[in-house]
């Protein structure tokens, strides 16, 4: 005897069964009625605060993620004197690299979008403060 015949077996039963399913008046065309009582689910998947893992992930997360900003999540990375304007490089102290710059006395995300609520000052060429409400914090370059 053949040791595969049970697996080939089984294939053609569920072949079988899917051409019944098929071939079966009330699945084609069916009022919704009557879909309901020839198709019940085996079990009903709990969200339970967790998200669908069958749909795919929202983008708005994670732009949401990006747009709350504190200022003590900032590490000072560099500041640029110039002649008519100074500028101060930020970069998020952990986790995705986001970048941020102080000119003006506002602080700015990537495609030159204002952060609401944070305005700082650059004291020195190694020494910036940001202003978020009634925080005050001083950078220090290293």
């Known amino acids: 005897m053949y040791r595969g015949t049970s697996k080939r077996r089984a294939g053609i039963g569920g072949l079988l069964l899917a051409l019944l399913l098929i071939g079966t008046p009330g699945a084609r065309g069916a009022s919704p ?3 309901e009582k020839l ?4 079990a009903q998947y709990q969200l339970k605060g967790r998200r669908d893992p069958f ?3 929202q983008a708005g997360l994670a732009h949401n993620v990006m747009n709350r900003v504190d200022i003590g999540m900032l590490r000072l990375t ?3 004197q110039h002649p008519q304007r100074a500028l101060a490089l930020f970069a998020v102290a952990s986790g ?3 970048g941020y710059l102080l000119k003006g006395g ?3 995300r990537e495609n030159n979008q204002p952060v609401a609520g ?3 000052e650059i ?3 190694t020494e910036v403060v940001l202003k978020q409400g009634d925080d005050r914090m001083v950078f220090k370059l290293r």
Not at 39 to 42: D, E, G, M, T, V
Request: charged fraction near 25%; avoid cysteine; hydrophobic fraction near 35%.
């Open 118 to 120: 944070i305005t700082g």
């Open 106 to 108: 506002k602080l700015y």
């Open 96 to 98: 995705p690299k986001f």
């Open 39 to 42: 198709f019940k689910p085996l």
């Open 78 to 80: 560099g500041v640029i």
């Open 33 to 35: 009625s009557e879909d």
């Open 123 to 125: 004291l020195s060429r």
């Open 55 to 57: 749909l795919q992930p």
